[in-house]
């Protein structure tokens, strides 16, 4: 069983950054497509981003690119998203996900693929 766990999350003013961290455990995440998505107060779950087992394809929602970078280290079985130039419109719950279904899976910018998930980790952007 994958066990998905967040940190790094908190409240920062517009402008900050924060580094999230999600590790895993249970499994390794070498072999798997990994995500972060995040859910705002009264709307629906949304991609943020995600990267390829290998790490060398990436994909970012539109209002995320060039702000907001996914990395992963294998070694350490964990998966980070620094975020830039957060504004109020960054508030959230972030979650991160991994498809541990199939390996070597392409990047997925939907829910579904994903099968684990974290418990989230909140991030809050005052102006």
């Known amino acids: 069983q994958v066990q998905l766990v967040e940190s790094g999350g908190g409240l920062v003013q517009v402008g900050a950054s924060l580094r999230l961290s999600c590790a895993a455990s249970g499994r390794t995440i070498s072999m798997y497509t990994m995500g972060w998505f995040r859910q705002a107060p009264g709307k629906e779950r949304e991609f943020v981003a995600a990267i390829s087992w290998t790490g060398d394809t990436t994909s970012y929602a539109d209002s995320m690119k060039g702000r907001f970078t996914i990395t992963r280290d294998s070694a350490k079985n964990t998966v980070y998203l620094q975020m830039n130039s957060l504004k109020p419109e960054d508030t959230a719950v972030y979650y991160c996900?991994?498809?541990?279904?199939?390996?070597?899976?392409?990047?997925?910018?939907?829910?579904?693929?994903?099968?684990?998930w974290g418990q989230g980790t909140q991030v809050t952007v005052s102006s």
């Open positions: 996900a991994g498809n541990f279904r199939t390996r070597w899976a392409p990047i997925a910018t939907s829910a579904a693929p994903y099968d684990s």
